[in-house]
């Protein structure tokens, strides 16, 4: 299997304090991974190393796609400009048209962003970072503010964006639900050896819901796992 992510050895300190601290991790091309942990375990930090916002101390890290999209916790859409506009800066009319309909914008690309909910807003945040085909996506809390029923129509239509292009997902959220409904694959990361202390295959049907006794099965197994990461 192609590689789209190799990190080895990664370290990364701010002022005295190390965040990482020799962390390796391989994730595959097409992979859905999701980074849990504690508050300061460095989820936040090695995802923007890997999308090159952030250096790492030492170590090495290749990431083998060319483009990558970023959809962030708060939204970052120009304030000037319509919905149409925010995705014509970065992309050609036909792509803008295909992901207004597939990502339910239809009606709304007109609007400027203080006109638009905050669901809304994180839609053409996605639709953004889909529109230049990506071929690594990474989520940073993305939904966290949103309430679950408009989180769980998002994550539905992001993953019938993945089912058609095959993207490299690679997320970090508080939320474990949100984690295993899109991810095939978790690892925890441990605040005080700056590491990873687990790395977990997700083994859940294709099409998931979260109410189900597997998911939920896992979700408690996960937190087990979060909380001993976070005391040890």
């Known amino acids: 299997m192609a590689k789209c992510v190799i990190a080895r050895d990664l370290t990364k300190s701010f002022e005295n304090l190390s965040v990482l601290s020799g962390l ?3 994730v595959d091309a097409g992979e859905r991974l999701v980074l849990l942990g504690a508050s300061g375990s460095g989820k936040t930090t090695l995802l923007r190393i ?5 250096y790492p101390g ?3 890290l290749e990431v083998a796609a060319q483009r990558i999209g970023f ?3 708060e939204p970052r859409l120009i304030p000037w400009r319509t919905v149409r506009e925010n995705l014509l800066f970065v992309n050609r009319q036909g792509e803008v048209e295909r992901l207004l309909e597939q990502l339910r914008l239809k009606g709304f690309e007109n609007y400027y962003p203080a006109q638009l909910s905050g669901g809304m807003k994180q839609r053409v945040n996605l639709a953004r970072a889909l529109i230049i085909k990506p071929a690594l996506l990474l989520l940073d809390e993305a939904f966290a503010s949103l309430d679950p029923p408009v989180k769980m129509s998002i994550l539905d239509d992001l993953m019938k964006q993945w089912q058609n292009n095959r993207f490299t997902i690679i997320s970090v959220t508080h939320d474990l639900k949100e984690g295993l ?5 978790a690892v925890i990361l441990d605040s005080s050896t700056g590491q990873i202390s687990h790395d977990i295959e997700i083994d ?3 099409q998931r819901s979260i109410f189900s006794p597997r998911l939920l099965q896992l979700e408690a197994r996960m937190l087990q796992l979060m909380t001993q990461a976070a005391v040890t």
């Open 24 to 26: 390796s991790l391989e």
């Open 50 to 54: 890997i999308a090159g916002l952030d």
């Open 58 to 60: 030492s170590g090495f």
């Open 71 to 73: 959809v962030f916790q």
């Open 181 to 185: 409904y899109m991810a095939d694959r």
């Open 204 to 206: 859940l049907e294709a």
